[in-house]
């Protein structure tokens, strides 16, 4: 039996998606690169995995290591680069068994967000939702992922989740949006992804 919460997601993501509007509360301001889309952007894929434990919902995030080739040390979804003859559903499922060893066989995809593209590395992101009956068992990849934790659904959508820094970049002063999720500091493309899911949270629920 599909849990109401679900139900009512997928239903919401079958519909128009917030996109662009949604993504650029979470954006640097002001913004740091063009808007123009490079030509050779490499396709990635990210999941979103929902799971119900003690009456709430949570989903997984990692911290990558300090020696992986992206965005050291940051707060990212499983996920990574598609390979060549791969669907990006496909990509999104093995990154995950890969990095934090959930089987494919237990992930119920419901749905896609808006792709995003990330200047800095070239990446065209595809996030994807999906969601497993329990909360499944997670075997760490030690050589990408330094930590796993699961955020509520309930404390994403607190409002004082939402924060904003001040930092210096190349002698500018920018605004750095973030969520502050399990004690982790949660930017950049992430928190993008992130902004656009809550915004269908909220109409959803």
């Known amino acids: 039996m599909v849990p109401l919460f679900i139900e009512k997601l997928s239903k919401r993501l079958d519909e128009c998606l917030p996109?662009?509007?949604a993504q650029e509360i979470m954006m640097i301001r002001p913004k740091r690169f063009k808007s123009k889309v490079?030509?050779?952007?490499?396709?990635a894929a990210v999941l979103i995995l929902l799971y119900p434990f003690d009456n709430e919902w949570y989903f997984f995030l990692t911290k990558r290591t300090k020696t992986v080739e992206h965005h050291k040390g940051q707060i990212s979804f499983p996920g990574g680069m598609v390979e060549k003859s791969e669907s990006y559903k496909n990509a999104a499922l093995r990154e995950t068994f890969e990095e934090i060893g959930v089987s494919m066989k237990e992930i119920n995809i419901i749905g896609a967000l808006t792709p995003l593209y990330v200047p800095v590395s070239?990446?065209?992101?595809?996030?994807f939702i999906g969601w497993t009956a329990k909360k499944p068992e997670t075997?760490?990849?030690?050589?990408e992922v330094d930590r796993i934790f699961s955020p509520s659904i309930k404390n994403l959508m607190l409002e004082e989740t939402k924060k904003e820094r001040r930092d210096i970049l190349s002698d500018s002063s920018i605004a750095v949006p973030y969520f502050d999720l399990d004690g982790e500091?949660?930017?950049g493309a992430t928190s993008i992804i992130l902004s656009e899911f809550k915004a269908i949270l909220e109409e959803a629920l």
């Open 139 to 143: 075997v760490m990849h030690d050589i």
């Open 38 to 43: 490079d030509q050779k952007k490499v396709p």
């Open 185 to 187: 500091v949660v930017w």
């Open 122 to 127: 070239k990446f065209e992101i595809f996030p």
């Open 19 to 21: 996109g662009r509007a």
